[in-house]
């Protein structure tokens, strides 16, 4: 009989694997490894960098010498040693690429075994694609359809080249170097990632996305990007996410930087699906990642996340609702199974008048995995009828995963309105057998049943990437009952 | 159809159903009544395959052994099982629920999915059918539901389903006599020569208005007496006293 176990269910989601774990052979361009002034002056100097950036880099550099690790994170890992770790890798093209037919077919190969296939993408949706593989900007779709619009979309050295004076005047305004250890380790070593810019009072028209893809071993990534959305603007941006099987642990230092000005408007959305290692925890992505957004008069910006990858996710992204009226929206999926461990919830400071945030967290725990939220609201002194609304729920399978919630909530003035709700529950075996009675399999079950809990974050989702994401989350949890 | 022979199930060693025997044939609807804990809705569970019993005996439905076979599986051969407690699915609206319930049934039985014109085009007869609120089946399965509301959703997936045996486990109870009485037109809109349907409990008050051509009494896990629908009226009038004094002391003769 198909009885249904927690046993079995355990059973069934440790048999799961990644499916996105297989090496593209394309000959890459390396540093040597490890980490020093002289690497991060090869980075600069390969990226034909200006000298304000290589010097901007090197302080960074320098202020990370002295940092410490920070440890108060609900996760354990072995100490990275980043004298072990590749900082540059670029993938050798064989000539400049013009057009996507001169992209190396491998590349494309592995594209489409993402399920990104660039050519579908073009034709099918409207969506402009930035491919970031290991450290270089491989090619930009779209870019000319934006342009018209005075929408600056692309790769951060390109940026760098094109727009020194955007990229000098805001990057490191949201997360300076001497944020925390992550982040100055990114401002040193960082080699590439996003850059956009969406004019006054413009509305971006298509979705911004971006993949990124670790290939090489023992790489890290360390991307950083920047989104400046100009008074009264408005854009959608997409991140995802997925990295091949490899054994040795992978590190991932990302910076997110947004800003959004006067009556401006950003989603940022991310699907991260980084792997997660193996049944055994062995293998997996290292993810340490800082986002962060500023809010100046009547703006908004709103983080989606979709988190399923990664041995260690380590990742706040956050809101700092400066100007009056603004709002800053937080909407979490994190799946953990296996052995991963994932720390992250967001950060909401209301320092203008009439702010408001709202945080939704649900978190799905499976197997051996430990799933924590961790989220801070911060209401301050000169924040009058500021209002949060947060809401944190936790969803366990199994008995030997764990789900843990660590609200701060620091309230400075007195007209503030903070609500916070937390709820903790199992799927139900109720619920399996009423889907069972109506001819529904358990397997089948538990996706519905998870896809409905997280209803209220995939909703927020673009549309064309919400399909995606629940795909995502039936993978996860992926196996079939005995 | 559906055929139980000497039928036991126990949860955690209480023996619940002690040697079951009945006989369901196409086109007939059976009601079963009782008193409290006498076993009617562990015998809807264990014929629909609810994991918590240990059960021996035989139960077939056209011949198939219905206890070697998951509970979906059971599904896929027609069995349906109207919940006395319809359980909430958050999040999981009833279109897609149903969606993917009419889908796994078709594959189980080797037919393709069916066209999203197709589906809608049922859901909107089978709405009609039990006077279901659109706005019901666009909202999560059962969520926020009042009583009433769910027992009528549990009768709209049963039309959706269209199963061969329909067991409904005490539909009638917390009904108002509005909803009461669709619900037995919706069932007995539904009913064919072809399925079945087993009625279980506690009032005579349903069995005005969906008639059954037979009618037993289960007792401490056995069915101790069997009639027609006057025995329904009787059972009203008079309790169940004067059937249950003495059954654990003496054998009583039961026909099924």
Known sequence: MGKYTEDELEKELETQEYKYGFVTDIETEKAPIGLSEDIIRLISSKKNEPEWLLEYRLKAYSAWLKMEEPTWAHVNYPKVDFQDIYYYAAPKPKKQLDSLDEVDSELLEMYEKLGISIDEQKKLSNVAVD????????????QDTLAKLGIIFGSFSEAVQKHPDLVKKYMGTIVPYTDNYYAALNAAVFTDGSFCYIPKGVRCPMELSTYFRINEAQT????????VADKGSYCSYLEGCTAPQRDENQLHAAVVELIAMDDAEIKYSTVQNWYPGDKNGKGGIYNFVTKRGLCEKNAKISWTQVETGSAI?????????????????????????????????????????NT?????SKGVSAGHSQNSYRGLVKISKNATNARNFSQCDSLLMGNKCGAHTFPYIEVDNKSAKVEHEATTS????????????????TESAIKLIVNGYAKDVLNKLPMEFAVEAQKLLAISLEGSVG | MLRIKNLHASVDGNEILKGLNLEVKAGEVHAIMGPNGSGKSTLASVIAGKPDYEVSGDVTLNGKDLLDLAPEERAGEGVFLAFQYPVEIPGVSNVN????????????????????????????????????????????????????????????????????????????????????????????????????????????????????????????????????????????????????????????????
């Open chain 1, 356 to 360: 408001k945030s709202t945080i939704i």
């Open chain 2, 97 to 256: 629920f149903l969606k993917t319930a009419v889908n796994d049934i078709r594959a189980y039985k080797g037919l393709p999915p069916m066209a999203a014109k197709d589906f809608l085009k049922m859901l909107k007869e089978k709405q009609a059918l039990v006077e279901l609120d659109k706005k019901l089946t666009s909202r999560s399965v059962n969520e926020g539901f009042s009583g009433g509301e769910k027992k009528r959703n549990e009768i709209f997936q049963m039309a959706m389903l269209n199963p061969k045996l329909a067991i409904l486990d005490e539909t009638d109870s917390g009904l108002d006599i509005d909803a009461l009485r669709i619900v037995a037109n919706g069932v007995n809109k539904l009913k064919s020569a072809d399925n079945a349907t087993i009625i279980i409990t506690h009032y005579q008050r349903l069995l005005d208005y969906i008639v059954p051509d037979y009618v037993h009494v289960l007792y401490d896990g056995k069915i101790i007496k069997s009639g027609t629908k006057e025995l329904a009226l009787e059972l009203e009038e008079k309790g169940y006293d004067w059937l249950t004094k003495g059954v654990e002391s003496s054998e009583l003769k039961v026909k099924s």
């Open chain 1, 426 to 441: 199992k799927i139900g075996e109720d619920q399996i057998f009423y889907c069972n009675q109506r001819g529904i399999d």
């Open chain 1, 131 to 142: 491919i970031v593989m290991d450290s270089v900007s491989v090619k930009t779709t779209f």
């Open chain 1, 220 to 227: 890290g990534q360390f991307e950083r990007t920047l989104v």
């Open chain 1, 313 to 353: 996710t380590w990742k706040y992204p956050s809101c700092i609702l400066k100007g009056d009226n603004s709002v800053g929206e937080f909407y979490s999926v994190a799946v953990t199974n296996n052995y991963q461990q994932a720390d992250t919830g967001t950060k909401m400071l209301h320092l203008g008048k």
